[in-house]
Nanobody, 127 residues
Framework: LQVVESGGGLVQPGGSLRLSCEASGFTFDRYAVGWFRQAPGKEHEGVSCIESSDGDTYYADSVKGRFTISIDNAKNTVYLHMNSLSPEDTAVYYC?????????????????????WGQGTQVTVSS
């Protein structure tokens, strides 16, 4: 039972990437799923979270208007569409899933105690 991230890479400033988080061995039904990131010298932070049952979403202020989170329940996959990327978005991006009731709480708490954490995927924004 795990979540697996993919889709990271090197992109130029202003570019776009789509990250994927796939559940393996379980389904995202009634889970909240979130994307978090850890940049060198910075704190681990919640980027965006989504509730699988009703589609409720939360975005950190730093990514509002640029990132979009979505879920494909048929594919058991959560996506993070990232546009207008800047070097400040460079980080390892992690996916997590938990039965937490509030997507806002999930992203703001960014707890390492969530049910599932992936291994992370590197996103580098550089010219």
């Amino acid at each position: 039972l795990q979540v697996v991230e993919s889709g990271g890479g090197l992109v130029q400033p202003g570019g776009s990437l789509r990250l994927s988080c796939e559940a393996s061995g379980f389904t995202f039904d009634r889970y909240a799923v979130g994307w978090f990131r850890q940049a060198p010298g910075k704190e681990h932070e919640g980027v965006s979270c989504i509730e699988s049952s009703d589609g409720d979403t939360y975005y950190a202020d730093s990514v509002k208007g640029r990132f979009t989170i979505s879920i494909d329940n048929a594919k058991n996959t959560v996506y993070l569409h990232m546009n207008s990327l800047s070097p400040e978005d460079t980080a390892v991006y992690y996916c997590a899933a938990d039965h937490i009731a509030s997507v806002q709480a999930m992203c703001r708490q960014a707890s390492f105690l969530y049910d599932y954490w992936g291994q992370g995927t590197q996103v580098t924004v550089s010219s």
